[in-house]
């Protein structure tokens, strides 16, 4: 085979391996997640994530995903001691908050607040278990704090301290709302963070590995993630589904706008998926939290909409696949909770940070530089054109 024909060949197997998003197209061997998109199952270490949601609690589900198992009381009781001793932030962190811009988007606070993080954990011993435990510690710990923090601070206010008293998921809508949140709200909002804990090689896991192959710190890993989160196309449509819902207004016009997207080809944020072609199964357990916590406490209009829509995309769309995801129904409950729908995106980042962490580790376990190649679509060997004649 000559030199030429070998180049062809290559080529003809480059142009048989591309695929734009990489979609379909195995990146990692991974035994974190699982999901099973044609029949719209999740499960997080083998364990399916219904069964989860009603038993398991987020820092648990932490443990089960970082760690590969699902802790002793002790081990448990362990790790909750060191989350809570970690929650606080440095002062300089928070004096840096304090130069941010009240009107920032909170995803960027939490991306500067996470990157800042590795200027006082600088020593990249990512061959000691010590120095992994401690960076899944403060991450999983302080990711919280900076949320509210920032809430707090944009508003003129002081941070709150965080308390020990409280579990993860109270502890963090304590210091959001400068008010301790009644147990089932507490519950709820746990339910959340584990749904949005972990969900395989999505974009911003995907970011996570590929900045955690060059061996860089664990903080700047997850501030890669978190600006990758941030996008709508990602993890930043549950704040555009209420800014929809609130658009459409009443459910006499759901069917134009749903007309309107199909004919102009407009995503309707909150569906579709790339590798779920029925209802993501997390949005499912969204709406049951949802329609359980409005038919107690008072309902909202936007949940009838929601319900109403999902109806007129299914009937228009669900030949193609397209149904709800995981943010349709989550913004709904967040608002409920009294949570910004800024800070919704930030939220998933905090549950997210944990599927992040688990996939840092399993990066570092059998690491090789993520190097992809391309296919050059360019010209070869063009003169260079002095300026004066361009
Ligand atoms: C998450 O990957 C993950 O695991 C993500 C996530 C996680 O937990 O990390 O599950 C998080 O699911 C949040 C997704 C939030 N984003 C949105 O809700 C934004 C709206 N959704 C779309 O942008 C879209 O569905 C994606 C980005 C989620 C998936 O896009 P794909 O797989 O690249 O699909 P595509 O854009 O190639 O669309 C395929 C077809 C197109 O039609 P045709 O050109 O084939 O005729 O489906 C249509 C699209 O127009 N389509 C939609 C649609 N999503 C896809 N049409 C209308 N509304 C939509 N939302």
Redesign the pocket.
């Known amino acids: 085979m000559t030199a030429g024909d070998s180049a062809t060949l290559q080529n003809d197997m480059q142009d048989a391996c591309f695929r734009p998003?990489l979609?379909g197209i195995p990146a990692v061997q991974s035994n974190i997640g699982h999901?099973d998109g044609q029949n719209g199952r999740l499960e997080y270490r083998g364990i399916p994530i219904e069964e989860l949601a009603d038993k398991s609690t987020f820092l648990e589900t932490c443990y089960l995903l970082i760690w590969g198992k699902l802790p002793t009381q002790s081990e448990l009781d362990a790790f909750k001691f060191e989350v809570n001793n970690h929650r606080r932030l440095k002062y300089r962190i928070r004096d840096m908050m304090k130069c941010f811009p009240a009107n920032g988007h909170p995803m960027d606070a939490l991306q500067s607040c996470a990157a800042a993080l590795g200027l006082f954990y600088s020593r990249r011993a990512l061959d000691d278990p010590e120095y992994i435990r401690a960076a899944v510690v403060r991450l999983l710990a302080k990711m919280p704090t900076m949320v509210a923090t920032f809430n707090l601070m944009r508003k003129g206010h002081d941070w709150v301290m965080p308390r020990d008293d409280l579990g993860y998921a109270g502890n963090f809508l304590y210091m959001l709302n400068e008010k301790e949140p009644s147990a089932e709200a507490a519950h709820i909002f746990d339910v959340c963070l584990i749904l949005?804990a972990e969900?395989?090689i999505?974009?911003?896991?995907f970011s996570a590995r590929v900045t955690a192959s060059t061996l860089t710190d664990p903080y700047g890993v997850i501030a890669s993630a978190v600006g990758t989160l941030a996008g709508?196309?990602?993890?930043g449509?549950?704040e555009?589904?209420l800014e929809m819902l609130e658009h459409i207004g009443t459910a006499d016009r759901v069917a134009a706008y749903v007309d309107d997207?199909?004919t102009n080809?407009?995503?309707?944020?909150?569906?579709?998926?790339?590798?779920?072609k029925v209802k993501?199964p997390?949005a499912v357990i969204l709406q049951k939290l949802a329609k359980e916590m409005f038919e107690k406490q008072g309902g909202t209009p936007h949940y009838e909409l929601a319900l109403k829509l999902e109806t007129a995309?299914e009937e228009r769309?669900g030949h193609?696949?397209?149904y709800p995801?995981?943010?349709?129904y989550s913004g709904l409950v967040y608002q409920h909770l009294g949570i910004p729908s800024d800070l919704f995106t930030p939220i998933f980042a905090m549950a997210?940070v944990a599927g992040w962490l688990a996939h840092w580790k399993e990066q570092l376990g059998e690491n090789r530089i993520f190097r992809p190649t391309q296919i050059y679509t360019g010209e070869h060997g063009l003169p260079y054109e002095e300026i004066a004649k361009r």
């Open positions: 998003g979609e999901v949005h969900h395989t999505n974009a911003s896991t709508p196309l990602h993890g449509a549950n555009e589904v997207c199909v080809r407009k995503k309707i944020m909150g569906f579709g998926h790339r590798v779920y993501d997390r995309v769309l193609k696949g397209i995801n995981v943010d349709f997210r």
